[in-house]
């Protein structure tokens, strides 16, 4: 059996539907209440893993376990940073605590770029982690926790580090562009201004769908230590995105500039060799059908 903690979230539930798709036996650990279609066979448990003794009880009969519950906004975690690194650091150490106890084999941490902070791209696993807001830091926290876990106990220790995910359902840059221009709204594409030259930020999309990809496929890893980049490999300017979703919506309105936040870096994507070589794995969807996708999922819904 395996347990995905924070199962019916936004990358969570295309876990699960990845996993119940090949035959294994999943519960989730969720404080959330189910909406919309879910897989049928699939054990839903009702509560907190901040709360040890839930995360206990949810580990009986499992041999692997996928840790996808956190607080993830990064603006967010500015106004509450001891929220965000109080709540994501002890989930993780309940689930590392209860699947220590519980014996067991795999562990598997959904972890984040944002550790990576204003390193300089492209990012390998082996650069400075060097956040720049509090989720970035409860995130390398928790990788922390998960590697000294494994030198105590000899626990399985590995750790996926997401890019900017996007897909049908996300709450991120996406969304916001597709929602303003289907409103007539102006698109708003940050970036830097220098030496008089706007700069938009680039970042790595990759598609939820190859996200929940590798999350199961890193399952089958044997036990160890593995900290792999999830990412598509490659930088996208914003205002790229911005200008594909207007051809895509066929919406017609302005591009706004707009200075980055200082906590932001400029230039964000990953070097994915690691999750190629170790994982077998490779994204296979393009930008342009990430937000072909994404529009006909909006519209569907209106």
Known sequence: MILVVGGLGYIGRRVVEYLASRGEVVRVLDRAEVGGSFPKDVEIVRGDAAEFSRALEAMRGVRGVVNLAAHIDVHESLLHPQKYIQNNFTVHLNILEAARRSGVEKIVLASSAAVY???????????????TNPYGLSKLCCEILSQAYHSS????????????????????????????????????????????????????????????????KALSLERGVYKLNIGSGRPVSVRDLAELVLKETGCDVKILLEELSHHEPLRSWADITNARQILGWMPTTSLESIVKKYVKWYRGKK
């Not at 902070?117 to 956040?131: C, W």
């Open 117 to 131: 902070g204003d390193a300089s791209p492209p990012l390998r696993e082996d650069a400075e982690a060097r956040p």
């Open 153 to 216: 106990f000899g626990t399985d220790a590995t750790i996926l580090r997401y890019f900017n995910v996007l897909g049908e359902g996300g709450k991120n840059v996406l969304k916001i562009f597709v929602e303003n221009a289907m409103a007539g709204k102006p698109l708003v594409v940050r970036g830097r201004w220098i030496g008089g030259e706007f700069i938009p930020a680039s970042r790595d999309f990759i598609y939820v769908g190859d996200v929940a990809d590798a999350t199961v």
